[in-house]
């Protein structure tokens, strides 16, 4: 056996994982990251339009800062994200932000002076303020007050993962590339690392860590069409799921992009619309304001994904040999701006679909984009269950996101969390000690060795790649956007029955080194166990809550349903998970259950809303109309950040500019 030892162990090499990797060396901590791929090719470089931020930079951003952030996030969230963690984030994303302006992010900048934008299908001049030149910019995003997305033009994510790469390269930090982990190693209450398969030689790998972090992204390939790079598969929520101890957290809630292209389900940015982009029917309609009057293009994620299949579903869709589909129109924006601002975009729609999107409306519809679920952790991004495993971004339920995510936060969240939850990896390593057992270690690597050994030498007669494409079917067909009873019970009566197949997998190459078919029969039957937790919390839920949307239930139900569904697997003998609750806690919260702002007001409320409000603005009044925001915020929902992070963010109308008032007025 191969023993490889390390203080801080990271699984995953996207902007998360590296994050976390550096705060762990910066404080002098042994640190190794693993990976399936080369770090700059990870799922991260393909976000396109920003991170969320309030700096409140520009003059539509005017009067923008953490509470505002705070607020459009939980609401966003549909009310299911714990408020701690939001508020945790909101406070540290400018800090994040500015960190990696140091970092070489080259962010898109203010310009002094007159500006033209679309606002509403309409050509608006704004004026930016002389002192905001050369300040970071931001632009508009779905279910936001205010103009909060930082960009760099539309390859944000591209500029964030090469700049953090290199600040890990900077330090040193070893990615061990092209191994995947297959296995926790842990005695039931503490993990001591993974065993890992090296993809090219196939050699097994023990790696034993103080602390192993989890960020492997999301799991959107357990569906048939994705905007997820197709290294995203589950599989780091699978090793937790798999120890029978870690719990996942709401692994129904799996949101669907409005505008991925048809029909290979590449993502064109929430940028297009942020940017003035509008939707159109096949005659030409512009539909959204007919649903959602004030928001229109930029409601929420989960809410526009349902209008256009409302749309859709009413006839209005395009007819095509694969399927219905809608318009996005940016022709309006102009070439210039496309050229500039949505290069990346033009790129797509010209090698992908043949058009020119500065004269080309892009054909696009709802596909699944993101991962709201993951190995849920606490505030400070460990395990309850499995002390020294923590897991940060979207491999994570932190659980900032809730059941929606606005877009934004996630690449946000991604170096956010890493940041913040990076320094309370490095605590835990300095803080506790590992006795390394390698029995222990030789106990799992013994089980993946006859797991591979089943499938190399046995007679099975399953192949892995009909399994993975029959789930991927099931999950679009019976757990999309829309849900109800009849399918989703179909769903995982089919899946339990993939999963009980899986069990009898043949292989055609019998190879134990770089062999694609030992990979994906390696990785199927996890994905399966994956796809049927979502299936089972979804089917378990009836209510609507964010991008879960049950046809049979419409109604959001804080009374029996305000809670985090918990789902473990107690051992590998079972064909289902485990369900259980975690109650959230409505008084405790900020911001007590409400209006979304979206379509009627159905909610059913929970019994401690009103009493929380009253308690609320008692404790307002006491305060007395001198304290300051961040007073209020305090004797509200006290929060906490590592020590090095506390400090006050500074913006631009917090300075005693000359012409301020004339800025606040021009940002109304």
Known sequence: ??????????????????????????????????SLIPAKRSHSAAAQGGMQASLGNTVKGMGDDEDVHFQDTVKGSDWGCDQEVARMFAHCAPKAVRELANWGVPWTRVTKGPRQVVVNAEKVTIEEAEEAHGLINARDFG??????????????????????????????????????????????????????RCLITGELRAYVAKSTTIATG?????????????????????????????????MEAVQFHPTAIVPVGILTT??????????????????????????????????????????MRKG???????????????????????ETN??????????????????????????????????????????PQLKGLFSVGEAACWDMHGFNRLGGNSLAETVVGGMIIGKYVADFCEENT????????????????????????????????????????????YVGIFRNGPELTKAVEELEALLIRSRNLGLKCKKRHANPELVEALRVKRMLKVALTVACGAEARTESRGAHAREDYPQRNDKEWLNRTLSSWPSSDVTRPQLDYEQLDVMKMELPPGYRGYGINNAIAHPDTETREKQIVEILSNLGEDADR???????????????????????????????????????
């Open 218 to 250: 999301g799991y959107g390939r357990i569906y048939e069409v994705s905007t997820n790079a197709i290294i995203c598969e589950g599989i780091g929520q699978a090793l937790a799921l798999e120890t029978g101890v870690a719990t996942l957290g709401n």
């Open 316 to 338: 209005k869709g395009v007819d095509s040999p694969y399927g219905p589909h809608l318009w996005l129109d940016i022709t309006l924006l102009g070439r210039k701006h496309v």
């Open 342 to 383: 949505l290069r990346e975009v033009k790129e797509i729609c010209e090698n992908f679909l043949g058009i020119d999107p500065a004269k080309d409306w892009i054909p696009v519809r709802p596909t699944q984009h993101y991962s709201m679920g993951g190995i849920r952790t606490d505030a400070k991004g460990q395990s």
């Open 630 to 668: 961040h007073e209020r915020q305090h004797a509200l929902m006290p929060f906490e950040v590592p020590e090095s992070l506390r400090e006050k963010n500074e913006r631009l109308h917090d300075k005693p500019l000359g012409n301020r008032q004339q800025l606040g007025e021009e940002s109304k």
């Open 143 to 196: 279910g936001t007050k205010k103009w909060r997305t930082c960009y760099t033009a539309d390859g944000t994510g591209h500029s964030l993962l090469y700049a953090v790469d290199n600040k890990a390269i900077s330090l040193d930090i070893p990615v061990h590339e092209r191994v995947e982990a297959l296995a926790l190693i842990h005695d039931g209450k503490r993990c001591h690392g993974v065993v890992a």
């Open 270 to 311: 929430e940028g297009c619309r942020g940017d003035g982009g509008l939707l159109r029917d096949k005659d030409g309609h512009r539909f959204m304001p007919d649903y959602e009057p004030e928001k229109k293009e930029l409601a929420s994620r989960d809410v526009v994904s349902r209008r256009m299949t409302e749309h």
């Open 1 to 34: 056996m191969k023993l490889i030892y390390t203080d801080s162990l990271v699984v995953g090499a996207g902007l998360a994982g590296l994050r976390v990797a550096i705060a762990s060396k910066e404080r002098g901590l042994d640190t190794l990251v693993l």
């Open 434 to 477: 590992l006795e390394i057992d390698t029995a222990l270690a030789e106990r799992f690597v013994a089980q993946v060795r006859d797991e591979i050994d089943g499938l190399v030498e046995g007679q099975g007669s399953e192949s892995a790649y009909e399994l993975k494409r029959e789930m991927q079917r099931i999950m679009m067909d």
